[in-house]
């Protein structure tokens, strides 16, 4: 650089660091120029080349030389951003004529009055000068020198930044802007870019761009270039996938994946182990499912309600009323009760039924004899006891005297009747005892058969002869019980009825078979019986007085198997 002081061009330089269009150096700038790529900004030349500063002629006399009164014609230097004056000076205190031709941009000074010698700093921010012999170097602008470098209010270190400079507070440093301001950070993955002064510094603040809305379980939103997107998690990274029933979530491929819960502890022959909700719990198996209930003497397992349902092993079939039946391992066992304990024989015909030492259980056959009979046995039946009838023709006794080859029919003891050569006679006219003529003697004969209520009827004929006189007549001796005679007449004409006889012997009795008439005779208990009649078939009697003779025997009560002696004739 290169620079003439003079005192007239001193009072013609005014300098000052300002705000955009400040004069720099006897220029006037236009603007300030930030400087070199750190972005903020710095003062420069701005005559675009070399500036050709072009001062009057005069004359210029001194011992250095002498210009001759020619224009002297400064060359630039280089553009450093200093500013050459070219300014046409007299050296009015040694009337010496400066003859100095642009130098190359060195910084020399020419030696003034006060022997300062050269006070170049080589700072473009400032204007050296001498005074009383020393130099001064003071800013050309009202901004800062920061790094070298000249920076106008207000001006940002950088794009997005939040160093400003403020000479007000510092001509030397960055200062921090104002918090909230707009700034950028340069990370397209922060949003709300803002201003803050931390500790004094202006830092620019920001929020990482929220990307949770793409997070999983193995998966987080990133921001790549300013976007959102999905990446996975390293595999083997816990996790959770949200299911309580798995356990050891890790990711796998940016998915979350577990193992199912171990729930088998909880599981049995009837039950399924489930989870639920983090929480293992029994499932019940199908009604009916296979189980064991690890008894052996249990049968028909299976499931019901989750719970494994059996019944006890049947060995009833072996037991019985003195032997106790039960399963052991899986088998029944047969065990004899205590000998004389009492028991049931299953026999309702039996009493004081006990077990004896072998295991089987014997009572007391029922009492019938009360029920026993001639034909009948008592035997017990459904535990009562009854008259069972003794099998037919078993031989037996019905007790009669009347009766014989007694057998047992339908449980009673019949007997044939005792048959004799006068049965049978039950109705008139009966059992035809023969023919008597009143000169004859009486014919006698037994009776054998007479039960009771017996009645027996005979009868004879009797014949008039004209020697004797007729007169029939019966008798009964030997009476087993009580009993009546009864004797009845017919005359040989045919004649019957209440004249034609006369009762010589009994009470008179009209009702004969045929409507005969007759005598009977009614004595009590076993006393003998005699009846007689006199004939009256002729006129007066003295004719032919033959006829047939009815006679009836009847017992009145009481056995009469004994029967009777029966006498008839038909003589007086």
Not at 182 to 207: F, H, L, M, Q, R
Not at 258 to 285: E, I, L
Not at 292 to 316: E, I, L, Q
Not at 391 to 411: F, L, R
Request: one cysteine or more; glycine letters at 16%; hydrophobic letters at 25%.
């Amino acid at each position: 650089m290169r620079r003439f002081i003079t005192v007239s061009m001193a009072a013609l330089l005014v300098l000052g660091c300002g705000e955009e269009g400040a004069a720099v150096k006897g220029k006037d700038v236009g603007s300030s120029v930030f400087g070199p790529d750190s972005g903020a900004q710095s003062l420069s030349d701005l005559g675009g080349g070399a500036a050709a500063d072009s001062g009057a002629a005069g004359a210029d006399t001194g011992p250095s030389g002498s210009d001759a009164g020619a224009a002297t014609s400064d060359v630039a230097a280089p553009d450093t951003g200093a500013l050459d004056t070219g300014a046409q000076t007299a050296d009015s205190a040694g009337g010496a004529a400066d003859s100095a031709a642009g130098s190359p941009d060195g910084g020399a000074i020419d030696a003034g009055p006060g022997g300062c010698g050269s006070c170049d700093d080589s700072d473009p921010c400032t204007t050296d000068g001498c005074t009383d012999g020393k130099c001064t170097h003071d800013l050309t602008v009202d901004g800062c020198r920061i790094d070298g470098a000249c920076i106008a209010p207000k001006a940002k270190k950088a794009a997005g930044s939040c160093l400003v400079c403020k000479p007000s507070v510092s001509k030397v440093a960055w200062s921090a802007t104002l918090a909230g301001g707009d700034c950028d950070d340069g990370d397209p993955c922060t949003v709300s870019d803002a201003c803050v002064v931390e500790n004094g510094v202006g830092i620019c603040g920001s929020k990482p761009m929220d990307c949770t809305t793409l997070d999983g379980a193995c998966t987080q939103g990133v921001c790549q270039k300013g976007a959102c997107q999905v990446a996975s998690k390293a595999d083997g990274g816990s996790c959770n996938d949200g299911d309580a029933c798995t356990d050891q979530d890790t990711c796998a491929g940016g998915q979350c994946s577990g193992k199912a819960k171990d729930c088998s502890g909880t599981a049995d022959d009837c039950n399924d182990a489930t989870c639920s909700q983090g929480v293992c719990s029994k499932k019940p198996k199908t009604t009916g499912s296979a189980c064991s209930d690890g008894d052996p003497c249990t049968t028909g397992d299976a499931c019901f309600g989750g719970v494994c349902s059996s019944k006890p092993m049947d060995c009833s079939g072996q037991a019985g009323p003195c032997v106790l039946a039960a399963c052991k391992a899986g088998k029944c066992v047969k065990t004899n009760k205590p000998k004389g304990q009492a028991c049931v024989d299953g026999n309702p015909c039996t009493t004081g039924d006990v077990c004896d030492a072998g295991g089987k259980c014997a009572g007391k056959a029922m009492n019938c004899s009360s029920k026993n009979g001639v034909c009948v046995v008592g035997v017990c039946a459904g535990g009562s006891c009854i008259a069972k009838n003794k099998p037919n023709g078993t031989a037996c006794s019905d007790g009669e005297s009347c009766t014989s080859n007694d057998k047992c029919t339908s449980g009673k003891c019949v007997g044939a009747a005792t048959k004799d050569a006068y049965e049978p006679n039950g109705s008139a006219p009966g059992k035809l005892l023969g023919t008597k003529t009143d000169c004859e003697p009486p014919a006698t004969f037994k009776a054998v058969i007479s039960p009771k209520n017996e009645l027996d009827w005979y009868y004879f004929k009797a014949q008039d002869k004209s020697f004797c006189t007729i007169q029939p007549e019966v008798k009964l001796t030997a009476l087993a019980a009580d009993m009546d005679v009864c004797i009845y007449f017919k005359c040989g004409n045919g004649k019957t009825g209440d004249k034609t006889v006369q009762c010589t012997q009994g009470k008179y009795d009209g009702g004969g078979p045929g409507g005969t008439a007759g005598c009977c005779s009614f004595n009590s208990g076993k006393i003998a019986e005699y009846a007689k009649i006199k004939p009256r078939c002729s006129t007066l009697g003295a004719g032919d007085e033959s006829g047939t003779v009815y006679v009836r025997v009847r017992s009145k009560g009481g056995k009469s198997c004994g029967g009777y002696t029966l006498s008839w004739a038909a003589k007086k």
